[in-house]
């Protein structure tokens, strides 16, 4: 049985990591506001690429274009947004986990296609070479360096700026244009609120016609593209390629930050919940070992008589 000193002790470690995780809830909560209004901000323009991209494919008839052709799938690129540090629940492990089943279905699908990687945030970067290994591990005649990613990014993941996106854009589209490269799909996580965040999907490149409804049919037939619509389109798909990825990752560092404030207020809470047990645990110590001095005294007070 634990002595009063050892509770004393156990109570003053558990006291400071209580206080640790309650400044840590309080950080991610600022960092997650900061997060919220660059995203909101950001949505407008989001929506004025698409809207710029509809204008150009629905005013210009059925251009041929690199980014909307479809190819027979060889190699696909998954691109996985997660943090760089844990303390956050399963925010990492749910989004990795969509990688993977995402990888599968790819797969699936072509069996004869390849599936890599392209990792943003430690904790993806990671998760892909651990289990990179562990199939070469299960698959001792297979050849490789140890890993199936094609690039990674740390650092960013927190705090993402349009420039990180813009550089990883340029990156995947000239393997995408090189044909390294023929579907990219992103794995990231949707911020919806501050305690609701889904794993999601979004196939980037090429891009279907589909996604680009037109909202306004009078205003697109009245426009002319110069010095042509393909023109236009190789300025504007960049830009909107690079849109979307910073979405993606305004999205994710919103929901990271929720993810961390979650699980830091819940360790707060059990460690309260541990200081209360262990608080009780020394009160009937103490109350015994004073019992006991008043009995020791009493009995020797008896002796005498």
Same mark, same amino acid.
């Given at each position: 049985?634990?002595?009063?000193?050892?509770?004393?002790?156990?109570?003053?470690?558990? @006291?400071?990591?209580?206080?640790?995780?309650?400044? &840590?809830?309080?950080?991610?909560?600022?960092?997650?506001?900061?997060?919220?209004?660059?995203? #909101?901000?950001?949505?407008?323009?989001? /929506?004025?690429?698409?809207? !710029?991209?509809?204008?150009?494919?629905?005013?210009?008839? =059925?251009? /041929?274009?690199?980014?909307?052709?479809?190819?027979?799938?060889?190699?696909?690129?998954?691109?996985?947004?997660?943090?760089?540090?844990?303390?956050?629940?399963?925010? #990492?492990?749910?989004?990795?986990?969509?990688?993977?089943? @995402?990888?599968?279905?790819?797969?699936?699908?072509?069996?004869?296609?390849?599936?890599?990687?392209?990792?943003?945030?430690?904790? !993806?970067?990671?998760?892909?070479?651990?289990?990179?290994?562990?199939?070469?591990?299960? /698959?001792?005649?297979?050849?490789? =360096?140890?890993?199936?990613?094609?690039?990674?990014?740390?650092?960013?993941?927190? #705090?993402?700026?349009?420039? =990180?996106?813009?550089? *990883?854009?340029?990156?995947?589209?000239?393997?995408?244009? /090189?044909?390294?490269?023929?579907?990219?799909?992103?794995?990231?996580?949707?911020? *919806?609120?501050?305690?609701?965040?889904?794993?999601?999907? &979004?196939?980037?490149? %090429?891009? =279907?016609?589909?996604?680009?409804?037109?909202?306004?049919?009078?205003?697109?037939?009245?426009?002319?593209?110069? %010095?042509? %619509?393909?023109?236009?389109?190789?300025?504007?798909? %960049?830009?909107?390629?690079?849109?979307?990825?910073?979405?993606?990752?305004?999205?994710?560092?919103?929901?990271?930050?929720?993810?961390? &404030?979650?699980?830091?207020?819940?360790? @707060?809470?059990? !460690?309260?919940?541990?200081?209360?047990?262990? @608080?009780?645990?020394?009160?009937?110590?103490?109350?015994?070992? *004073?019992?006991?001095?008043?009995?020791? *005294?009493?009995?020797? !007070?008896?002796?005498?008589?």
């Amino acid at each position: 049985m634990p002595t009063m000193r050892d509770i004393k002790g156990r109570i003053r470690s558990v @006291t400071t990591t209580k206080k640790t995780t309650k400044a &840590m809830n309080l950080v991610s909560s600022s960092k997650m506001a900061r997060a919220k209004i660059k995203l #909101n901000k950001g949505t407008p323009f989001f /929506d004025s690429m698409r809207r !710029a991209i509809a204008n150009v494919i629905h005013g210009a008839g =059925d251009v /041929d274009h690199m980014y909307f052709d479809a190819r027979s799938i060889k190699r696909s690129l998954v691109i996985i947004i997660a943090n760089d540090r844990g303390l956050c629940g399963g925010y #990492n492990t749910n989004v990795n986990k969509l990688a993977l089943k @995402t990888a599968n279905k790819i797969a699936a699908k072509s069996p004869n296609s390849e599936v890599v990687f392209f990792t943003i945030g430690n904790k !993806a970067g990671d998760y892909v070479r651990n289990l990179h290994q562990h199939r070469r591990g299960m /698959d001792q005649h297979e050849d490789g =360096d140890g890993t199936n990613s094609v690039g990674h990014v740390s650092g960013i993941s927190e #705090n993402p700026f349009f420039e =990180d996106a813009v550089e *990883i854009a340029e990156k995947v589209m000239k393997m995408y244009l /090189d044909g390294e490269i023929d579907e990219v799909v992103v794995c990231y996580t949707q911020f *919806i609120s501050a305690i609701t965040y889904v794993p999601s999907t &979004m196939r980037i490149l %090429p891009l =279907d016609r589909a996604d680009f409804p037109l909202e306004n049919e009078g205003a697109s037939s009245l426009m002319t593209f110069e %010095p042509s %619509p393909k023109a236009v389109l190789n300025y504007a798909v %960049p830009k909107y390629l690079a849109t979307q990825l910073f979405a993606a990752l305004t999205t994710s560092a919103a929901a990271g930050q929720a993810a961390t &404030m979650t699980a830091m207020d819940s360790a @707060t809470e059990n !460690a309260e919940s541990i200081i209360g047990n262990l @608080t009780l645990m020394y009160n009937r110590a103490r109350q015994a070992a *004073i019992t006991q001095e008043i009995s020791e *005294i009493v009995g020797g !007070a008896n002796a005498l008589q």
